[in-house]
């Protein structure tokens, strides 16, 4: 039989993912104030993760992955570009990739992307559009 050790040491933090920590957690509490089914495991369960992870990315000692800091951004409503602006970036990337080889049709392209926005987007691009099309 092996012998635990448990003067182990914690594992270190990852300079930043703290702050992410902090900032996911903080969102749940938010949500879960509204709908209690928001607990750690809920949420976790949200990227097929358990609650076992959570210690971890709330202390800063895993990094949380691009695509379900997204997720839980969209999820738990806050700002995924405040700390990771490199991902704005990447989305832009990934829309021009789409547009190009999933939409070669720009009028099919348009209409999907507006149909996605938010009634304030929608006002938004109308009113760019009125600009445009009166110049």
Do not use: H
């Not at 996911?24 to 089914?37: F, I, T, V, W, Y």
């Not at 990315?57 to 379900?68: E, N, P, Q, S, V």
């Not at 990447?90 to 190009?100: C, G, Y």
């Amino acid at each position: 039989m092996k012998n635990i050790d448990s003067s182990r040491k914690p594992r270190p933090v990852i300079p930043g993912c703290d702050k992410e920590g902090e900032i996911l957690e903080s969102a749940r509490m938010r949500k879960k104030l509204s709908d209690g089914r928001y607990t750690q495991d809920y949420v976790a369960g949200l990227v097929d993760q358990g609650q076992g992870i959570w210690t971890q990315w709330r202390l800063g000692t895993t990094k949380i992955l691009d695509a379900y800091w997204i997720q839980f951004a969209l999820e738990l409503d806050f700002n995924p570009f405040e700390t990771r602006p490199e991902l704005l970036e990447l989305a832009a990337l990934i829309l021009r990739a789409e547009v190009k080889y999933c939409y070669p049709n720009v009028d099919e392209a348009f209409i999907l992307s507006f149909r996605d926005l938010d009634s304030g987007g929608k006002d938004m691009m109308t009113e760019l559009m009125a600009r445009i099309s009166s110049k």
